[in-house]
């Protein structure tokens, strides 16, 4: 990882978030390497985003407001420390697998919502076409991106995704990079 790509993350992020989302990750791969496959997968995925959002809340209490008040921006500043920490427990998973790795954030988030769901071998590429997509495609509208996203899974599957899986997995995949691509 160069100076760059940290410098961007940072520049993203923010040195609170990027710490959440840290300690999320660690936590994450901990857990899936305790407790393995006796965690759903689809809870597996989402770890990451379900503990930043927690650690978040804390933080923004404890330290932020000084007071046990839930805040929207909290939320959302959870919702962004939740995909940089999927991104880095996906990196970590690759590692740990000797898979290829790329330190293209957008791309590892979206890898670790497809973890457990589409094939080692072909998850690098489903998600640089997702992400392909998103690049190319991503002022045409919600429900066209929506679209075009189902089908690439449904192509890449193999019958192992749920509809409400696929669903929660392409609404995570179109809310982590609105912001990036100017949708709100």
Do not use: H, W
């Not at 160069?2 to 978030?17: D, E």
């Amino acid at each position: 990882m160069n100076s760059s790509t940290v410098n961007q993350i940072f520049a993203q992020y923010g040195l609170a978030t990027t710490i959440i989302a840290a300690a999320s990750a660690a936590a994450t791969v901990i857990i899936n390497f305790v407790f393995g496959d006796r965690i759903p997968r689809f809870i597996r995925n989402y770890l990451p985003v379900i503990l930043s959002l927690v650690a978040e809340f804390v933080y923004d209490m404890a330290a932020i407001r000084k007071s046990f008040v839930f805040s929207a921006e909290a939320f959302y500043t959870g919702l962004a420390a939740g995909s940089l920490s999927t991104a880095i427990a996906a990196l970590v998973n690759k590692i740990r697998r000797g898979e290829p790795i790329t330190f293209e954030v957008t791309q590892l988030f979206i890898e670790g919502l497809l973890e457990g769901f589409i094939d080692s071998q072909k998850k690098s590429a489903v998600a640089a076409a997702v992400l392909a997509i998103i690049n190319e495609n991503g002022d045409e509208g919600y429900e066209s991106l929506y679209m075009k996203i189902a089908e690439i899974l449904d192509n890449n599957c193999d019958g192992n995704l749920t509809e409400p899986e696929k669903a929660a997995i392409i609404n995570a995949v179109l809310y982590g990079t609105s912001t990036k691509n100017g949708r709100r």
